[in-house]
């Protein structure tokens, strides 16, 4: 059975039950207002608990007057199956579960009479004249020790609950926030997984109404269910739990995008509000009459489109998709399958197999199994909401990963042009996850910039046709005799693996250092007070308005006589050698951390690799292909003054020496140098600069030279 024949099927079904209330509809149609859940008018009973408009809730369900007449054209009923396979749902995750109770002395959360629920503690274990379980809990309220006897219905654990516990249609205890309002813990029904689709986190449906999207740390279980989970709703929520869940993994929801116009209703009037923002279910409406702002779920019957469509399907009229006459589809059901909800723990990453110095290997397209399904591109304005379906992975998890497949994790493509002739070079284009096509790396700043995303940079992209963001595949991929998963123990921000394919011999043993090491009093100024801020809103993307930026381009006029205007970063890489240095932008600094001139202080990014060679001992190498000016790595070690240096230079050590000292290094770079002629500058600290990521202008002693033990 197919998408299409499973959503007719499920349809009929739907169709006869409601067509039984038929007649009942058709007298409320006549004599008074249709409903849609049982008598609940909002326009005359407020909800149970203070509503906020400002606050992130969302009010899912009510009984409401009927809007005026608008043309019911403007609902299409469409079905969009998220696969071609014919599974028939998640019947699964409808399985409520039962969990022990815990024993008596135990801390758990027991519900008051305001339908709060308080941390108590379990005194006894009794039965009623029926013979059911009973519990006696002690809480404190208004300072005074009460003790209340609830059913299991009524008790929840203390704890957060774990992610294998959670299903659709679970009674759980979740703590509610309101912008202006005490945090409170509530009950409610679960009403989404986890997805990528709603960043990860699940929908809980309250039982007075509200609805909020939270993390898993955030809930508890409720020990014991009914056998129809509804019976243990609030009467205002009840029936409408009841059809979520029988309809389930079908949901209607009305389909929208910011800035369009939606009837809503509002305390039992229905009024123009305008969509501002869309969060996976959830719509953010701004009413145009005051201004103000509430947030919905997508499938509330307060949404115009969605009432009409429930309307329908309860007189029994026809479910034939209507078109409108502009073909904007506004009611959508949406079909949620098992495959589509995240890992309950995180999955380890497959073992990724190297190319060694003899093997073949060739590179992995886009066609791969996994490629992110395209998407059609309507013409429109890029904002947030275009990619409010990708949500940022932790850190954890990414640290493993090629920098430049993180576009292709958030359901970003990267697709080679087609060639007008047999002579065209490949060209490459990324296409973003609304559909939109960039060609270039300005494209890509600007598109970064118009949706303000956070967890992508502009050097996560990459459009030369020589470098692969795919990892590639080995073919004779040889066996590991020893394998370090780190051996920077953690110090780094991505792990730098150790292999050795010849033998079983571990490297030489040494202390891995990730920053540089001030021994025998050597000091380095690292006063802010002589840093440089610039006071940049947009990334920092106008060197000539970047305070910092411009330390870097006029440092150039003492090699090449005059300033050069793009010295520095372009798009976060170096496309050329400035032996006068690179300033970038601190801590201090008004730009964010997406700036174009932050770099080396975000760290090791790559994947290094350190390897055993078979004639030439330990090297290192990066296990992806490194676009060109990209940063690799910080070169870290020990700090000597000049003395020390020698000394140890003399001993023969297998040791590598470096040049701290700027105006000694800028100087010998200038035209006529001559190293007999002492320089005019005062050696005493004070003056000299090097540049180190971060931390920017940087005071060292005359010279000084870093030591770097070779392996």
């Given at each position: 059975?197919?998408?299409?024949?499973?959503?007719?099927?499920f349809l009929?079904?739907?169709?006869?039950?409601?067509?039984?209330?038929?007649?009942?509809?058709?007298?409320?149609?006549e004599?008074?207002?249709?409903?849609?859940?049982?008598?609940?008018?909002?326009?005359?009973?407020?909800?149970?608990?203070?509503?906020?408009?400002?606050?992130t809730?969302?009010?899912?369900?009510?009984?409401?007057?009927?809007?005026?007449?608008?043309?019911?054209?403007?609902?299409?009923?469409?079905?969009?199956?998220?696969?071609?396979?014919?599974?028939?749902?998640?019947?699964?995750?409808?399985?409520?579960?039962?969990?022990?109770?815990?024993?008596?002395?135990?801390?758990?959360?027991?519900?008051?009479?305001?339908?709060?629920?308080?941390?108590?503690?379990?005194?006894?274990?009794?039965?009623?004249?029926?013979?059911?379980?009973?519990?006696?809990?002690?809480?404190?309220?208004?300072?005074?020790?009460?003790?209340?006897?609830?059913?299991?219905t009524?008790?929840?654990?203390?704890?957060?609950?774990?992610?294998?516990?959670?299903?659709?249609?679970q009674?759980?205890?979740?703590?509610?926030?309101?912008?202006?309002?005490?945090?409170?813990?509530?009950?409610?029904?679960?009403?989404?997984?986890?997805?990528?689709?709603?960043?990860?986190?699940?929908?809980?449906?309250?039982?007075?109404?509200?609805?909020?999207?939270?993390?898993?740390?955030?809930?508890?279980?409720?020990?014991?269910?009914?056998?129809?989970?509804?019976?243990?709703?609030?009467?205002?929520?009840?029936?409408?739990?009841?059809?979520?869940?029988?309809?389930?993994?079908?949901?209607?929801?009305?389909?929208?995008?910011?800035?369009?116009?939606v009837?809503?209703?509002?305390?039992?009037?229905?009024?123009?509000?305008?969509?501002?923002?869309?969060?996976?279910?959830?719509?953010?409406?701004?009413?145009?009459?005051?201004?103000?702002?509430?947030?919905?779920?997508?499938?509330?019957?307060?949404?115009?489109?969605v009432?009409?469509?429930?309307?329908?399907?309860?007189?029994?009229?026809?479910?034939?998709?209507?078109?409108v006459?502009?073909?904007?589809?506004?009611?959508?059901?949406?079909?949620?399958k098992?495959?589509?909800?995240?890992?309950?723990?995180?999955?380890?990453?497959?073992?990724?197999?190297?190319?060694?110095?003899?093997?073949?290997?060739?590179?992995?397209?886009?066609?791969?199994?996994?490629?992110?399904e395209k998407?059609?591109?309507?013409?429109?304005?890029?904002?947030?909401?275009?990619?409010?379906?990708?949500?940022?992975?932790?850190?954890?998890?990414?640290?493993?990963?090629?920098?430049?497949?993180?576009?292709?994790?958030?359901?970003?493509?990267?697709?080679?042009?087609?060639?007008?002739?047999?002579?065209d070079?490949?060209?490459?284009?990324?296409?973003?996850?609304?559909?939109?096509?960039?060609?270039?790396?300005?494209?890509?700043?600007?598109?970064?910039?118009?949706?303000?995303?956070?967890?992508?940079?502009?050097?996560?992209f990459?459009?030369s046709p020589?470098?692969?963001?795919?990892?590639?595949?080995?073919?004779?991929?040889?066996?590991?005799?020893l394998?370090?998963?780190?051996?920077?123990?953690?110090?780094?921000p991505?792990p730098?693996?150790?292999?050795?394919?010849?033998?079983?011999?571990?490297?030489?043993?040494?202390?891995?250092?990730?920053?540089?090491?001030?021994?025998?009093?050597?000091?380095?100024?690292?006063?802010?007070?002589?840093?440089?801020?610039?006071?940049?809103?947009?990334?920092?993307?106008?060197?000539?308005k970047?305070?910092?930026?411009?330390?870097?381009?006029?440092?150039?006029?003492?090699?090449?006589?005059?300033?050069?205007?793009?010295?520095?970063?372009?798009?976060?890489?170096?496309?050329?050698?400035?032996?006068?240095?690179?300033?970038?932008?601190?801590?201090?600094?008004?730009?964010?951390?997406?700036?174009?001139?932050?770099?080396?202080?975000?760290?090791?990014?790559?994947r290094?690799?350190?390897?055993?060679?078979?004639?030439?001992?330990?090297?290192?190498?990066?296990?992806?292909?490194?676009?060109?000016?990209?940063?690799?790595?910080?070169?870290?070690?020990?700090?000597?003054?000049?003395?020390?240096?020698?000394?140890?230079?003399?001993?023969?050590?297998?040791?590598?020496?470096?040049?701290?000292?700027?105006?000694?290094?800028?100087?010998?770079?200038?035209?006529?140098y001559?190293?007999?002629?002492?320089?005019?500058?005062?050696?005493?600290?004070?003056?000299?600069?090097?540049?180190?990521?971060?931390?920017?202008?940087?005071?060292?002693?005359?010279?000084?030279?870093?030591?770097?033990?070779?392996?």
């Open positions: 059975m197919g998408p299409d024949d499973y959503t007719v099927e009929k079904e739907k169709q006869e039950k409601l067509i039984k209330d038929r007649k009942e509809a058709a007298k409320l149609e004599g008074s207002t249709p409903s849609t859940s049982k008598a609940y008018t909002s326009s005359t009973t407020p909800p149970p608990r203070a509503f906020s408009k400002k606050s809730t969302t009010v899912v369900h009510r009984q409401m007057s009927a809007p005026a007449k608008t043309s019911t054209e403007t609902v299409e009923l469409i079905e969009i199956p998220d696969d071609d396979s014919g599974e028939e749902g998640d019947e699964g995750s409808k399985v409520i579960k039962n969990f022990p109770c815990p024993p008596k002395g135990s801390f758990i959360l027991a519900k008051w009479k305001d339908n709060c629920w308080f941390k108590g503690g379990l005194v006894d274990i009794i039965k009623d004249q029926k013979g059911q379980e009973k519990f006696k809990v002690r809480i404190q309220r208004d300072r005074d020790m009460v003790q209340i006897i609830v059913s299991g009524q008790i929840a654990s203390i704890h957060s609950a774990k992610s294998s516990e959670l299903t659709i249609g009674r759980v205890v979740a703590l509610f926030r309101e912008e202006d309002g005490d945090d409170c813990l509530y009950a409610g029904v679960i009403a989404e997984m986890p997805m990528t689709t709603n960043h990860g986190r699940y929908l809980v449906f309250f039982d007075d109404g509200y609805v909020q999207y939270m993390h898993r740390k955030r809930i508890h279980l409720v020990y014991q269910n009914s056998k129809n989970v509804w019976d243990d709703v609030e009467e205002l929520m009840s029936e409408f739990v009841k059809d979520y869940l029988e309809q389930y993994p079908f949901r209607p929801l009305v389909r929208v995008i910011a800035g369009i116009e009837k809503t209703e509002f305390q039992g009037k229905w009024l123009k509000a305008k969509v501002m923002e869309v969060d996976s279910s959830l719509v953010l409406m701004q009413y145009t009459n005051d201004a103000q702002k509430e947030w919905l779920y997508r499938g509330s019957t307060r949404l115009e489109p009432y009409r469509f429930v309307m329908m399907h309860r007189y029994g009229q026809d479910v034939t998709p209507i078109r006459q502009q073909n904007v589809k506004r009611v959508e059901y949406s079909l949620i098992p495959h589509q909800y995240l890992p309950d723990e995180p999955e380890e990453d497959e073992e990724e197999e190297e190319v060694g110095e003899d093997q073949k290997s060739e590179p992995a397209t886009d066609k791969a199994k996994d490629r992110t998407t059609q591109f309507e013409n429109h304005a890029c904002i947030a909401s275009c990619v409010s379906s990708a949500w940022p992975l932790e850190p954890g998890k990414l640290s493993n990963l090629n920098p430049l497949m993180l576009p292709h994790v958030y359901g970003w493509t990267r697709e080679m042009m087609k060639p007008h002739s047999a002579k070079r490949k060209r490459f284009f990324t296409k973003t996850p609304c559909g939109k096509s960039l060609r270039s790396m300005e494209d890509v700043d600007m598109y970064l910039t118009e949706t303000k995303i956070h967890y992508l940079a502009v050097d996560h990459d459009f020589f470098v692969f963001t795919l990892p590639r595949k080995s073919k004779n991929t040889k066996q590991y005799y394998e370090y998963p780190d051996i920077s123990n953690g110090e780094e991505t730098v693996v150790c292999v050795n394919e010849f033998d079983k011999s571990p490297p030489p043993q040494f202390k891995y250092v990730a920053h540089r090491k001030e021994l025998d009093g050597n000091k380095i100024n690292l006063d802010p007070g002589f840093l440089v801020c610039c006071d940049c809103t947009d990334n920092c993307q106008d060197k000539s970047c305070a910092c930026q411009q330390l870097t381009i006029e440092a150039t006029k003492v090699t090449s006589g005059s300033a050069i205007p793009d010295a520095g970063y372009v798009h976060r890489r170096l496309l050329q050698s400035f032996p006068t240095g690179v300033y970038e932008c601190n801590h201090l600094c008004k730009c964010s951390s997406q700036c174009h001139n932050r770099v080396v202080q975000n760290g090791l990014q790559l290094l690799q350190v390897f055993k060679t078979e004639k030439k001992g330990w090297g290192i190498r990066c296990s992806d292909d490194i676009p060109k000016g990209a940063f690799v790595c910080v070169y870290s070690g020990h700090i000597w003054d000049e003395e020390e240096a020698n000394v140890r230079g003399q001993q023969g050590r297998d040791q590598y020496f470096a040049e701290l000292d700027h105006i000694e290094v800028v100087e010998k770079i200038k035209e006529g001559e190293s007999g002629v002492e320089s005019d500058f005062d050696y005493n600290g004070s003056d000299s600069e090097e540049y180190a990521g971060e931390e920017g202008s940087e005071q060292t002693s005359k010279n000084c030279a870093s030591s770097y033990d070779r392996m």
